[in-house]
């Protein structure tokens, strides 16, 4: 017994000897990678020559063809080359494949590079204007959600024409993918910036049927790439719709009351100079209701905030008539801003893109049932009243 005991004594300690010695099985070098930190997709024009791995003679039927771009980052960007600061070498290496499905074009990359492809440092995935029009977001998305390697905090984008071109910049050193990254903070100081819309978040959207928005970004004719507005994405077919512009948006987040922080630039009716409201917060509570076969929608606003800046030199800001008159002036911006973008929401796209239709799912679940399945189109025909409420709570110290 006791010969026993020693025996399995000395297996244990073997084992706790020999198990730092296996290091980490999944280690990879670093030097023997090709590090992916952005992807766009765009649809290919037709009538352009298709490559010899998007189909040959007695092949599958003629498919719409995708180019997707990695973009890798270099020696220079991960700390193996030298930075003399004097360099012009792009900090990034942009590389282009066509094909008529994603992994298989992907995978004709290795053709063309010398290091393993390695996405577990993606940052984002842009989505050309054409290619989201035409195809199934769900299908594009496809591969990207099933990928163990793809990072799921993978930010999503769509691209106003194509999306290549967001994956440009004439500075050498900047990287566009993680500037798109940093680009998104500013969700917290602006209404025309949406919420991060993630890999994560698009699969339960892609799913629920629901139209939804995505954040736009375009890349002006100077090289340099802007957030302009958003992609309203119809839920019945998971294809691009249309787009809405930065005022649009302001009045959409006005809406949801998502919005972390902001400005709104209003005009004094009595001076015809400009007002600057900053926001503080912000909330809204979209209320349903149901009479018989009607339905109609009441959304109430309110906010808080501060004068950041106005030019009526003539008054005096902490005087209760200008903080009133100034208050109604910034409650018929917001009102505006809200009624122009229900107005193309309800009547020209015809998608619910702010959430009514989760609201009556939530109060009326047996009239939700009865309407949902064409829910955009009943959306586009009921009457939506709105009421805003401003505060000013600070006027800065200007007066004093």
């Not at 842009?126 to 769900?138: K, N, P, S, V, W």
């Not at 939700?368 to 399945?373: A, D, N, P, Q, S």
Request: glycine share 8%; with cysteine.
């Amino acid at each position: 017994m006791k010969h026993i005991t020693i025996r399995t004594l000395l297996s244990a300690l073997l084992v706790l000897i020999l198990l730092p010695l296996t290091g980490c099985w999944s280690n990879k070098e670093i030097e023997d990678l090709g590090l992916i930190v952005g992807t766009s997709l765009d649809l290919e024009k037709q009538g352009e020559p298709r490559e010899e791995s998007s189909g040959q003679a007695g092949g599958p039927p003629h498919r719409d063809r995708i180019t997707i771009t990695n973009q890798f980052v270099t020696a220079e960007t991960t700390g193996k080359g030298t930075k003399t600061g004097t360099s012009q070498q792009k900090a990034y290496n942009n590389v282009s494949e066509t094909g008529d499905t994603i992994l298989p074009t992907l995978r004709n990359m290795v053709l063309r590079i010398e290091k393993r492809a390695f996405a577990e440092h993606s940052k984002v995935i842009i989505i050309g204007e054409d290619l989201a029009r035409t195809m199934d977001l769900q299908k594009i998305l496809d591969f990207f959600i099933r990928e163990q390697e793809m990072r799921p905090s993978g930010l999503l984008l769509i691209a106003q024409n194509r999306a290549s071109k967001i994956l440009e910049s004439k500075k050498p050193m900047d990287i566009p993918a993680l500037k798109l990254v940093e680009m998104t903070h500013g969700h917290g100081r602006t209404t025309k910036i949406l919420p991060p819309t993630t890999l994560t978040k698009i699969e339960g959207k892609l799913h629920s049927g629901a139209s939804f928005l995505l954040q736009n970004v375009v890349s002006p004719s100077n090289g340099d790439i802007k957030f302009a507005g958003a992609a309203v994405i119809e839920g019945k077919t998971r294809k691009l719709r249309g787009f809405l512009n930065e005022k649009e948006i302001e009045g959409l987040t006005w809406i949801t009351g998502k919005g972390k922080g902001g400005l709104v630039k209003s005009v004094d009716k009595k001076t015809g100079q400009p007002i600057i409201y900053e926001i503080l917060s912000m909330k809204s509570k979209i209320k349903p209701h149901v009479d018989g076969n009607n339905i109609s929608f009441d959304i109430k606003i309110e906010s808080e905030g501060r004068i950041a800046e106005h030019w009526v030199v003539s008054e005096k800001t902490m005087e209760t008539e200008f903080l009133k008159r100034t208050e109604k002036e910034i409650e018929k911006e917001v009102e505006r801003l809200v009624k122009n973008v229900l107005d193309k929401i309800q009547h020209e796209y015809k998608t619910d893109v702010s959430g009514f239709g989760n609201k009556l799912r939530i109060k009326y679940p047996h009239i939700w049932k009865t309407v949902k399945k064409d829910w955009d189109q009943t959306f586009s025909e009921v009457p939506i009243k709105h009421e805003v409420k401003i505060t000013i709570k600070d006027y800065g110290t200007s007066d004093e």
